[in-house]
Nanobody, 114 residues
Framework: QVQLMESGGGLVQPGGSLRLSCAAS????????MGWYRQAPGKQRELVAS?????STYYEESVKVRFIVSRDNAKTYLQMSSLKPEDTALYYCFLDHSRLGRYWGQGTQVTVSS
């Protein structure tokens, strides 16, 4: 059974940093993309950043320069810096597998507030 386990969310002051981690298990790794969505209260879920197993990355415009997505085989990370209150959201890890489809983590809360 495929599982994605996230960690690293929490409360941080504006301008601070957090690192999210996501570990995938129970999956055979062919071509795939891992990354992060987020959903703020009353808003649609949006793609924040992603990285293919070949290392190609994508960033949503508002997080470019401030966030860095990386991966190490079955794990992906989101290093978030210069955090703003508008970054407050539930952050979901995902994995898009070329044959098996999309999998989601359970979500981890990030709150940016003074």
């Amino acid at each position: 059974q495929v599982q994605l386990m996230e960690s690293g969310g929490g409360l941080v002051q504006p301008g601070g940093s957090l690192r999210l981690s996501c570990a995938a298990s129970g999956i055979i790794f062919d071509d795939n993309t891992m990354g992060w969505y987020r959903q703020a209260p009353g808003k649609q879920r949006e793609l924040v950043a992603s990285i293919t197993n070949g290392g190609s990355t994508y960033y949503e415009e508002s997080v470019k320069v401030r966030f860095i997505v990386s991966r190490d085989n079955a794990k992906t990370y989101l290093q978030m810096s210069s955090l703003k209150p508008e970054d407050t959201a539930l952050y979901y890890c995902f994995l898009d597998h070329s044959r098996l489809g999309r999998y989601w983590g359970q979500g981890t809360q990030v709150t940016v507030s003074s």
